[in-house]
């Protein structure tokens, strides 16, 4: 398996556009989940899902976030309108269970909005 | 929601020598405790797990403890070598909360 692959890497936008982030999970783990990583706030849990679920997103922000799970093999995070504090690193992680257990996370997509 | 709460911030040993990152939680009913390691500019990659079960466990160099009475976790790294510096989060199990990490900086 190539693991958990997000894209794009990196996306520079200016204020005001949507931006939306796209992972494909591992094959056979039912959950997925969204975090945002900054310097001030660290890892931050935005939203998860069992088996293409919210389960819990008291940690997206602000109505400005979205995040779907169409079906097992890919998720997306939107963000319309963008604001230049969205500017952060957004990791997709996937697990074979919620609370126990590995999580493994793709590379990352570094947004940077000016 | 759980808490969890990671000391030091910042970590700076001589080569050579030990390390210990130390967590606490907030959650009685946690039962797993991972430590997660994040090279610069990479993605954090889980470095070792305990479960409630056990009160520490061993993988070469680093070892995992727990106190569940005190409600604390620690991560133990010896004979430190410069392959070791990075941000190590330790991860609350019941809300997947992240400690804030701890930068540790090996000094050759």
Wanted: charged content about 20%; proline content about 5%.
């Amino acid at each position: 398996d190539a693991g958990v692959i997000q894209s794009p890497r990196h996306e520079v936008t200016e204020m005001g556009q949507e931006v939306t982030l796209r992972c494909k999970p591992i094959s056979g783990h039912d959950y997925l989940f969204w975090y945002r990583q900054t310097m001030m706030r660290g890892l931050e849990l935005l939203i998860y899902f069992n088996n293409n679920v919210p389960i819990d997103d008291s940690g997206m922000p602000e109505d400005r976030f979205s995040a779907k799970m169409p079906n097992a093999s890919f998720s997306t995070l939107k963000i319309q309108p963008s604001e230049p504090r969205d500017s952060a690193v957004y990791f997709c992680a996937t697990s074979g269970g919620a609370s126990t257990g590995e999580l493994f996370f793709g590379e990352g997509s570094r947004l940077t909005v000016l | 929601g759980e808490n969890v709460e990671q000391h030091p911030s910042t970590l700076s040993v001589q080569e050579g020598d030990s390390a210990v990152i130390k967590c606490t939680y907030s959650d009685s009913a946690s039962n797993y405790f991972p430590w997660y390691k994040q090279e610069l500019g990479k993605r954090p990659q889980l470095i070792i797990d305990i479960r409630s079960n056990v009160g520490e466990k061993k993988d070469q160099r680093i070892a995992v403890t727990l106190n569940k009475t005190a409600k604390h976790f620690s991560l133990h790294i010896t004979e430190t070598q410069p392959e070791d510096s990075a941000v190590y989060f330790c991860q609350g199990a019941q809300k997947l909360v992240f400690g804030q990490g701890t930068r540790l900086t090996i000094n050759p």
